[in-house]
T-cell receptor, first 114, second 114 residues
Framework: DGGITQSPKYLFRKEGQNVTLSCEQN?????MYWYRQDPGQGLRLIYY???????QKGDIAEGYSVSREKKESFPLTVTSAQKNPTAFYLC?????????????FGDGTRLSIL | GESVGLHLPTLSVQEGDNSIINCAYS??????FIWYKQESGKGPQFIID?????DKRQGQRVTVLLNKTVKHLSLQIAATQPGDSAVYFC?????????????FGKGTHLIIQP
């Protein structure tokens, strides 16, 4: 089935550690996005990519990094510089920029601090 | 357990009744709107979308109404079922804006009473 796969479902980070969240899609979508969701808040955009080998900062990019080496994959690294990383992280994809198409989401990764 | 519904507006309805969930959007130039459903511990699921050249669109048991004059969007769910319990949120997009895609609302927690 076509869709977006995020892994792992749960992740724990130690102090000073970088962790990487995986996001893979087989929908042949050009655009991919990473969001952070905190309780009682809407989705906040971390990074987005409209095409392979290109990505842009969203509203809350500090403490995060991404890469887009393949169309299917858009991993997110939560670095030690992110002081409040505990959240639910959602990856999404869509057909393309400014095309007024829905974004399709994975089932998220919940990151917690040990 | 995991919840994305903490501190959100809550709508409680009896099973079998109709539900109406409202959303006020921010950008008068937005020309595309989506409703998503998010169950606890899962990613948002696309329900229905509407473009600004329409004021009503119907799907299976759902209807979206758009009032551009007052920047208001609503989702009507007919004959509400227990499986409809979730957080519902709207998203908007302006196709002439940046490539960062949708802007999401904070959501409403729909609770179905037996």
């Amino acid at each position: 089935d076509g869709g977006i796969t995020q892994s792992p479902k749960y992740l724990f980070r130690k102090e000073g550690q970088n962790v990487t969240l995986s996001c893979e899609q087989n929908l042949n979508h050009d655009a991919m996005y990473w969001y952070r969701q905190d309780p009682g808040q809407g989705l906040r955009l971390i990074y987005y990519s409209q095409i392979v080998n290109d990505f842009q900062k969203g509203d809350i990019a500090e403490g995060y990094s991404v890469s887009r080496e393949k169309k299917e994959s858009f991993p997110l690294t939560v670095t030690s510089a992110q002081k409040n990383p505990t959240a639910f992280y959602l990856c999404a994809s869509s057909k393309g920029q400014n095309s007024n198409q829905p974004q399709h989401f994975g089932d998220g990764t919940r990151l917690s601090i040990l | 357990g995991e919840s994305v519904g903490l501190h959100l507006p809550t709508l409680s309805v009896q099973e079998g009744d109709n539900s109406i969930i409202n959303c006020a959007y921010s950008n008068s130039a937005s020309d595309y709107f989506i409703w998503y459903k998010q169950e606890s511990g899962k990613g948002p699921q696309f329900i229905i979308d509407i473009r600004s050249n329409m004021d009503k669109r119907q799907g299976q048991r759902v209807t979206v109404l758009l009032n551009k004059t007052v920047k208001h969007l609503s989702l009507q769910i007919a004959a509400t079922q227990p499986g409809d319990s979730a957080v519902y949120f709207c998203a908007e997009n302006y196709s002439g804006g940046g490539a960062d895609g949708l802007t999401f609302g904070k959501g409403t927690h729909l609770i179905i009473q037996p």
